[in-house]
């Protein structure tokens, strides 16, 4: 499934792997097509809220019961971000969420 999610939104978006495979060291390029991969996967998963902002509640409750306290901090601290559109809320939600632990991070 995360495979093939991949796939979809790489195309969506338009996304580089070099720019998703920045993202993997810890880099987040201001790349439209970047921002628009993540906003694909969050409207995959019907994870943003009716005013725009990513319910990162909802995103921990995908992580298996004896993951998520390991991941709870990340998600408690990213509530609320919204930018300009989808795709710069998407954005800045998985930045928060690498920031918020960089050795956790990761994406699909």
Not at 19 to 28: A, E, P, S, W
Not at 65 to 75: E, M
Not at 86 to 103: G, S
């Amino acid at each position: 499934m995360a495979e093939e999610l991949r796939k979809v939104c790489m195309v969506e978006s338009g996304v580089s792997l070099e720019n998703l495979d920045l993202v993997m060291k810890g880099q987040f390029p201001d790349d439209r097509a970047l921002k628009c991969y993540f906003k694909c996967q969050f409207e995959t998963y019907h994870l943003f809220t009716e005013d725009d902002t990513v319910d990162s509640s909802t995103v921990l409750s995908f992580f298996p019961s004896d993951l998520q306290d390991r991941y709870k901090h990340i998600f408690e601290n990213c509530f609320d971000i919204k930018g300009a559109d989808r795709c710069e809320t998407a954005f800045m939600t998985h930045l928060c969420y690498h920031n918020a632990d960089p050795e956790l991070y990761f994406i699909m």
